[in-house]
């Protein structure tokens, strides 16, 4: 087996008594595409959320390339390595396609006020990397002409590339995808397995929470299953389908 | 192509307002406004700040008089009653001021919406009261009188001519400042926080460290221009910095538009002129006129008076330059 990317031991998170993560332990593989399925309430974007430090951990620990990430606040989990999309999209609405982008970038770029006020040489040289850059992921998604539109007139599933985009723009190593099949049409589903496809390509890692089934069967490598806060399954897509637990979280259980 | 035409149409714009600002004093032309123009170019220091904070990072504050009021009460104390050098003691109220927001903006800037407009309305009014109370160093409601002008040299700002080209060389250079920082990395940035935080954090923004630190820039705009306005009236006292002027303020920002840079001079002109010319009549009942200007604009056009307008003119240049190309 390769590296892992991404390491929870142990892993809890409690609001108050309601306990929704308990004991997850996951190990994700580098340069793989993963899934985290489970009916709703289990617990996934929960543990995206701890993951990406939205939430401190209650107990365990998350270790991102071997190195445990602590208490480290989400800006600094960005600017690590690890982007993330939202389930409810959240664009930057006051902004056009492309400044969405180039804010994506802001880990990756560093003069500040000062250099911004008086228009030092360095800021110039950064703001062209910085747009180049965001057009090439713009490209990337497919979005290349809507540059100057104002990100909200786009319809929701291009809005959803773009918040993938923006999130590459983190130049992330792991990227969390939440839902982004949600509300696409057909024709949009496959153009984003394809995009996801690509990412991996550039050796980025992805994880995605999903309740498309086809979708998800057909690009994860690896399917993680958890249901009320724990991991119940965890395998390749033939193997998740056939264990007995995952069919009864899904259908319900029968009781004598 | 377009982008080459409309640019050049904006330093022409610009290059007709300087023009215009710099023959305001002279008698010939408009010299009877050159004390109003100076207060406005004073509030127009402060409204940027607030339009930073407000209209681009979406951070509300009713109590940007404390920082005004700040700004005004260093210079004052510091070259009257200690003698300090006039512009090392506006220096030196620009770092304190600067400071104190640091210090205050870490706790106050975690609260959201009404709760940081109710606690920034708090500092607006306990800072007012402390200016009129500790009379030992302020002077008390009454004031204080004698603070000396500003010098370069042996040139004294001694004239509203004089001090006019001063006030709006600040003016403008905060303008020009803030509007470099609007469209930087920090500027998307803070544009980022008021469209969701959330997101702004997922991409590597520290929020909490960029609203403390337009929180202190906003203030120290309002320092500086509190410390030239003691230097322009040579009296300081607690009235200008009361809870109605960050009223003000806020309706300066919003007539000209909450993120628009330019529109700032329009707004804190507009007020101006309202406040000091058109509404003396109305004595206190001023506010009401405020409240009104205020509850319209929101409702009818949100952006601002000023964004208003430039889209006016942008359509009808529009619809003038089609029927050109028709024919």
Redesign the interface.
């Known amino acids: 087996m390769r590296e892992s990317i991404l390491e929870t031991r142990s892993l809890s998170k409690a609001f108050g008594g309601l306990v929704a993560l308990d004991k997850v332990d996951l190990a994700i593989e580098a340069g793989t595409i993963s899934a985290i399925i489970g009916p709703n309430g289990a617990g996934k974007t929960t543990l995206f959320n701890v993951i990406t430090g939205v939430y401190p951990v209650s107990d365990g620990e998350i270790l991102f390339e071997g190195k445990p990430l602590k208490s480290a606040p989400a800006h600094k989990r960005a600017s690590l390595g690890i982007a993330r999309t939202f389930q409810n999209v959240l664009l930057f609405g006051n902004m056009t396609v492309l400044e969405n982008i180039m804010t994506g970038q802001h880990p990756r770029s560093h003069y500040g006020f000062l250099g911004a006020a008086l228009r030092l040489p360095r800021a110039h040289r950064e703001e062209e990397t910085i747009s180049l850059n965001a057009m090439k992921y713009l490209n990337m998604v497919g979005l290349g002409t809507f540059a100057g539109q104002n990100s909200m007139s786009l319809p929701l599933g291009q809005q959803k590339l773009l918040t993938i985009a923006r999130a590459l723009a983190t130049e992330p190593r792991l990227i969390l995808l939440d839902e982004p099949g949600a509300g696409l049409n057909t024709l949009e589903k496959r153009e984003l397995s394809d995009l996801i496809h690509r990412i991996r390509e550039t050796g980025i890692s992805v994880i995605l929470v999903e309740h498309d089934m086809p979708l998800v069967m057909g690009i994860a490598e690896w399917i993680i299953v958890l249901d009320s806060g724990q991991k119940i399954a965890e395998g390749t897509a033939a193997q998740v389908q056939k264990d007995q637990r995952v069919i009864s979280a899904y259908l319900g259980e029968e009781t004598d | 192509m377009l982008a080459m035409v409309k640019g050049k149409w904006v330093y022409l714009v610009i290059a007709a307002l300087l023009a215009f600002l710099i023959l305001i004093p002279f008698d010939w032309f408009l010299g009877h406004y050159t004390t109003i123009m100076i207060f406005i170019g004073i509030s127009t220091m402060v409204t940027v700040g607030l339009c930073l904070l407000m209209g681009y990072t979406g951070q509300v504050s009713l109590g940007q008089a404390a920082f005004y009021g700040l700004g005004a009460y260093f210079s004052a104390v510091l070259s009257k009653t200690y003698s300090v050098n006039p512009w090392l003691a506006m220096l030196i109220a620009a770092i304190a001021t600067g400071a104190f927001a640091y210090v205050i903006g870490y706790p106050i800037l975690r609260l959201r919406g009404n709760y940081l407009a109710m606690a920034t309305l708090g500092l607006g009014i306990i800072m007012w009261i402390l200016f009129g109370q500790l009379s030992q160093f302020t002077g008390g409601p009454d004031g204080m009188a004698g603070i000396p002008y500003l010098s370069i040299g042996g040139f004294i700002f001694d004239t509203s001519f004089k001090r006019y080209f001063l006030v709006w060389f600040f003016c403008l250079a905060v303008l020009f400042?803030s509007q470099?920082?609007v469209?930087?990395?920090?500027?998307?940035?803070l544009?980022?926080i008021?469209?969701?935080e959330?997101?702004?954090?997922?991409?590597?923004?520290?929020?909490a460290r960029f609203k403390v630190?337009i929180f202190v820039?906003s203030a120290v705009y309002a320092s500086l221009a509190g410390s030239l306005l003691v230097h322009h009236l040579r009296f300081v006292s607690p009235q200008p910095f009361d809870f109605l002027a960050s009223v003000k303020f806020v309706v300066m920002a919003v007539i000209g538009g909450l993120?628009s840079i330019w529109g700032a001079i329009f707004g804190a002109g507009t007020t101006r002129i309202l406040s000091d010319e058109l509404l003396l009549g109305f004595g206190e009942w001023d506010v009401v006129v405020y409240g009104a200007i205020l509850i319209i604009v929101m409702i009818f056009m949100p952006e601002g008076l000023f964004v208003k307008l430039k889209e006016l003119i942008g359509r009808w240049r529009l619809r003038y330059a089609e029927r050109g190309s028709e024919t």
């Open positions: 400042i470099n920082i469209r930087s990395r920090s500027g998307r940035a544009r980022a008021h469209g969701s959330a997101a702004a954090e997922s991409v590597g923004i520290n929020v630190k820039l993120a």
